[in-house]
């Protein structure tokens, strides 16, 4: 059931992306898996945001961290909720759920998962903080952790964050250089949403 929502979703198909996640979020709850109740909630918030309808996205994903175990890995869900905040402009909430992401990401030793949020704070910093200082150490930290976690499509994004953080600053020169780095890793990685990124920064 939760394959075929994906598929039906990467097909466009939303009503049966949505069936299909309910089927999976009810058949869990009667089996009493809280771990695949809690995957299929979170997933329902991502439907939810994708809609750009934020509470329900949020009263989705909140539930999926009800489901969790302490021991669990919470990366993606704090980081769903942290973009959440940040998308309603909620800023405080949404530097808190990100900082919680990374905590979760080192204690559970998801270093892809550390990779993505730390991007993610970088351009929260970046493009809603304007804090150019502090996004710069930041991204820096996760063009690191990406190299050292084979996350190729994580790397280029940071660098190409980067470039973004240079043409804010209106350094041209150094935008250009971490475009140069970025785009050989971000056509390896053959990443859409990279690629798209990589655009926007070459023009």
Known sequence: ???LSIVYGDLGNKELKLAYAMKYLNINIKRNNFKEIS?????????????????KALEYYLKSIDYKKSDEDFTSTYGNIAYNYQITNNYNKADEYY???IDSSIKSGNYSGLCTIKTNLGSFN???MKNYAEADRILNEANSICQNAGEISGQANSIIHLGFSSLEQNNIESAKSYYNQAKPLALKSGDKVILENLETLEN
């Open 39 to 55: 995957t299929a909630y979170n997933g329902l918030g991502v439907y939810y945001a994708e809609l750009d309808n934020y509470d």
């Open 1 to 3: 059931y939760n394959r």
């Open 99 to 101: 900082n919680k992401a």
């Open 126 to 128: 970046l493009f809603k």
